[in-house]
């Protein structure tokens, strides 16, 4: 196994990842910005290089200076965690050109997947439902127009270099289509750099259903699917396991097709192939090449620890995991706990935790950086924790969670332990009848 | 033996205008321990939290011009986006509602938009600086 490990990351992923190089026995250098130097991922790893400013591009997204992090303390393995330079091709490439082990797949196919158009290509390639519209870019006008007669309205303009639900435009008939198509593309050049569009056709009321890969070259094996359809401004609030709207048909269709995508592309470490799930039908969203936030959610159904697999990948190049091996059992159910105030629009909600007292119990976990006293900085993520609860059903789930969001005691900020506590309790998600858009339409304040 | 309450006195003092929460003083067989309550404790450690908010809110008059503060703590730009035009100039006329900068705060975008008309007197932030709430990013006159 590996002897030293850098995180290029902060916050509750880093203390995650420091964590499972820990149980290997494998030691951590954590990289720290000057305004995370009191940070639990720093205080839990055995060194810690200071690598910039508070600003991300001067520190978590510098990649020099997490080169020279590397070079100082010897580590010969960088895990990157979500975000930051989780999915940035250039420095998965820069990393392995120094002889250093980037822990996740190839930068080729990061970079891939990473272009939607081009990954929504091999998705259809590989036997993938995909998305009905545009094959590739939409260059002009007239193309769109036909598109749009072709797939019907709403239709969606979206950007293929973008992301996170930034630079979409829905188009919910001909004659906005001129004016949107213009604004998106100039968009797309501004926030992007790249000016080429493409277009969906646009769903209504559309579930968010995603698949859990881990692959290394003797096999690909899933971990089930989440079903994550609890957002906010595109952005993802709570996730479940299993999807309570999939049927077993369905749910065995899904699996088996992303298992056979993920085999042909000789994708190494643990991945996500997210889907749109609409009217019984299933499409191709895109693909994330690294640990997802919600990843727990599937630990706690499965018994696997995901980020120590993606350690033993990485460094035999095999997963361990066999696919009869997998038995997910019950229900399980995670909650974001966001440093923000939902009642006024989610407003960021900085400050100091001045008290501090995380649920446990049967069957709760708890993943976190927070601790009493710690500073939540305006920086970065608001993302502070998450609760994670599992039951033998989906009831018993809900009825943990709410109990271990009851004894979640924060003091000193704002956080959206409230509104879970008000969707969990909801009758349209008791009865799980919600789509993604559910959240901006429902008043809970 | 003798409680010198004199020296009692001078100790409290002394922690007083140092603004510490305990003091030791040991001469030969005699020592003197002073501390404050654990409440005071808390009130110091609210101070650290925001230290220049007090600075800036205790100087609310305008009488070197109209001051536009941060709404939010978090990162100042200048620009709606790095290399572009500046929203504003020393010198420049703005208008009640007119976005004078951008504060960041995780990840979320935040237009501050200025409170008055006026002319922009002195834009007292840089590009990319952190900023408390309710310091001033702009002078109008």
């Given at each position: ?54 600003q ?390 | ?74 990162t100042a730009y200048l620009a709606p986006e790095p290399g572009a035009k500046k929203f504003i100039n ?11 900068m951008i504060v960041e ?18 834009i007292l932030v840089e590009d990319g600086q952190p900023v ?5 990013l702009?002078?109008?006159?």
């Amino acid at each position: 196994m590996f002897k030293k490990v850098l995180i290029a990351n902060r916050g509750e992923i880093a203390v995650r990842v420091i964590r499972a190089c820990k149980e290997w026995g494998i030691e951590t250098v954590a990289v720290h910005s000057n305004v995370d130097a009191d940070s639990m991922h720093v205080r839990l790893a055995d060194e810690s290089v200071c690598i910039g400013s508070h600003q991300p591009q001067n520190s978590y997204l510098n990649i020099s200076s997490i080169m020279s992090a590397v070079d100082l303390t010897g580590a010969e393995a960088i895990h990157p965690g979500y975000g930051f330079l989780s999915e940035n091709a250039k420095f998965a490439e820069i990393v392995k050109k120094h002889g250093i082990k980037f822990i996740g797949p190839d930068s080729k196919i990061i970079s891939q997947m990473g272009d939607k158009i081009e990954a929504k290509k091999i998705a259809k390639k590989y036997g993938l439902p995909i998305i009905e519209g545009s094959e590739g870019g939409v260059k002009s006008l007239s193309e769109a127009k036909s598109i749009g007669k072709k797939i019907g309205y709403p239709i969606l303009i979206k950007a293929a270099g973008g992301g996170g639900g930034k630079g979409m435009k829905i188009v919910n008939e001909e004659n906005q289509l001129e004016n949107l198509f213009l604004v998106a593309k100039t968009e797309a050049k501004k926030f992007f750099g790249n000016d080429e569009l493409y277009i969906e056709k646009y769903f209504k009321n559309p579930r968010h259903i995603e698949v859990q890969i881990m692959s290394g070259k003797n096999r690909t094996v899933h971990l089930g699917e989440r079903d994550c359809s609890v957002q906010r401004r595109h952005q993802k609030l709570i996730e479940e396991t299993p999807s309570p709207v999939l049927s077993k048909e369905q749910r065995k269709d899904l699996l088996e097709k992303t298992v056979k995508m993920v085999e042909q592309i000789n994708y190494e470490g643990a991945g996500t192939v997210e889907f749109i799930y609409e009217n019984g039908k299933f499409y191709f969203l895109e693909m994330n090449t690294r640990v997802q936030v919600e990843h727990p959610v599937t630990e706690v159904q499965t018994g696997i620890d995901i980020v120590k697999e993606q350690l033993w990948i990485a460094f035999t190049g095999e997963t361990a995991l066999n696919q009869s091996d997998i038995m997910p059992r019950g229900h399980s159910i995670e909650c974001r706990i966001n440093a923000e105030n939902p009642a006024l629009n989610f407003q960021p909600s900085p400050g100091v935790i001045s008290v501090c007292h995380q649920p446990s119990g049967f069957r709760t976990r708890v993943d976190g950086s927070i601790f009493q006293g710690c500073k939540i900085t305006p920086y970065y993520d608001s993302l502070i924790a998450k609760v994670i609860c599992k039951g033998r059903n989906r009831t018993e789930a809900i009825q943990r969670t709410l109990r271990s969001l009851d004894e979640f005691v924060l003091e000193g900020i704002t956080t959206t332990i409230d509104l879970h506590k008000k969707i969990l309790n909801h009758r349209k998600f008791i009865k799980s009848e919600f789509d993604t858009n559910w959240l901006s339409k429902e008043k809970f304040y | 033996m003798k409680i010198e309450k004199k020296l009692i006195k001078e100790l409290v003092d002394n922690l007083k205008e140092f603004n510490l929460t305990e003091l030791e003083y040991q001469d030969g067989q005699t020592k003197i321990k002073v501390s404050k309550a654990s409440k005071s404790i808390e009130q110091s450690k609210g101070n650290i939290v925001s230290p220049q908010n007090k600075a800036v809110l205790n100087t609310t008059d305008n009488s070197d011009g109209i001051r536009v503060k941060s709404p939010i703590i978090g990162t100042a730009y200048l620009a709606p986006e790095p290399g572009a035009k500046k929203f504003i100039n020393e010198g420049d006329k703005v208008k009640k509602g007119q976005t004078i900068m951008i504060v960041e705060a995780m990840k979320t975008m935040n237009h501050v938009p200025s409170t008055n008309d006026g002319e922009v007197k002195k834009i007292l932030v840089e590009d990319g600086q952190p900023v408390e709430f309710g310091q001033t990013l702009v002078l109008l006159k």
